[in-house]
């Protein structure tokens, strides 16, 4: 696959239909985690950059809020019908860019087209109301686009966030800038050139960037929204620069998700949860990680045996792009930094390590990549550094319990509240545990799937607002109320 795919032709900035270099002269190294090495320079969107996208997205709003509904769907169509015909050359990008598996981002793609063919046929539900007063006043409601939206995207999955959160907003008549990830911008910058030609100029624009690129979407008093996927603290910065200008803004934050097993729980399906919760083969970045598990004390080592033993025969460190490969490493030094100092934490504060804790060994060739073994620790505490804070790597924390009153009060002991899952086969405990726990997105019996149609998105500090469903395409209109005298 590697012989046949290639990086893409344009490394500048998309905007307003065309590729521009950026005005400062700005080019950064964007590197291939496996190996530590760089894979080639990409411009860096100044203040001055967005500044110009946002206008060019302005200009281009005015015509494709009027554009009728019909011909915006058949837009989005066509953007998912060329994402699954280049699903395997932007899952190899994304591969190379992110250090994920190449395995299991084939389906990337192919999710976010999913997205946009959703969004497409939600069109219709774009409708206002009509509101009964008296003989001689008529009363309605129409719904019309916001405007510029400004996306901000994660490195864990650029290419399936980018497709699907585009989809939306352009869906509802808004124009977009997409922020690309500053860690992993290539397969964006593919994007716009297989996308670009779908949409009239400025409708679709694509800018990478680091930091000066967020703070100027956020604060550009022409955007008229900003979204997020990313840090707690990243979300609070936006939030307060977004308001300012009085921005809406929709986040979806980190977690520190818990899963709960009782006793009851099916082990054999409970230990297989448990390993797959984690999102090893994004080496644990993912902010839907079930990184918390609480085990009943009736089954607690024998589902530890059984998750240790799935963990070491089902995730394997290797090159992403191998078809073989099950795990990927970490997104740079700073990333892998990060979690060794809470491997150490965890051993200083007498947590059991049952497997990983080290930089794996025998990886030739990526000697200088960003690993980290998939790692799991037993007998944590709550007071312990990896019990309260989010890792964004490959640590699970497990927990024993007895007591349910107890169990609920430390699951949620959290500032997060993003994702839960409950393991039992009593259907009547599930869903009485279930309105118990603080979180947006629960599963009962299984983990980490997600289901377009089905709200998305945290509580707490987790989140603001819910994607992958009609509240999310209503969430880029406004009311606009008309009263008539007869």
Known sequence: MSTTHSLPSHLDLFYNGQWYRPKDGVYAETFNPACGQPITKVAVASAADVDEAVNAAHQAFLSWRTTPP????????????????????????????????????????????????YFAGLIPMLKGETIPQSDDTFHYTVREPLGVVGRIMAFNHPIQFTGSKIAAPLAAGNTVVVKTPDQAPLSC??????????FPPGVL???????????????????????????VPTGRAIQQAAAATLKPTLLELGGKNALLAFPDADVDALAEGVARGMNYTWAGQSCGSTSRVFLHESHYETVIEKVKSFIEREFKPGVPTDMSTTMGPLINKAAQERVLSYILSADAEGARLITGGKIPKHLPGMELGYWVEPTVYADVQPHMRIAKEEIFGPIMSIFKWSDEEELIKTVNDTAYGLTASVFTRDISRATRIVRHIEAGYIWINQVSKHFIGVPFG???????????????LLSFTEIKSVNVLL
């Open 458 to 472: 945290g509580a707490k500090q987790s989140g603001v607002g819910k994607e992958e469903c009609l509240e999310e």
């Open 189 to 198: 910058l593919r994007l716009a050139e297989i996308l670009g030609p779908v």
């Open 70 to 117: 019909v011909e915006r769907a058949r837009c989005l169509r066509r953007a998912a019908d060329l994402l699954r015909e280049h699903a395997d050359e932007l899952a190899w990008i994304d591969s190379l860019n992110t250090g994920n598996p190449l395995g299991k981002m084939l389906s990337d793609a192919k999710v976010a087209a999913t997205s946009l063919d």
């Open 205 to 231: 624009n694509i800018l990478p960037g680091q930091i000066e690129c967020g703070k100027a979407l956020t604060t550009h008093p022409l955007v008229k929204k900003i979204t997020l996927i990313g840090s």
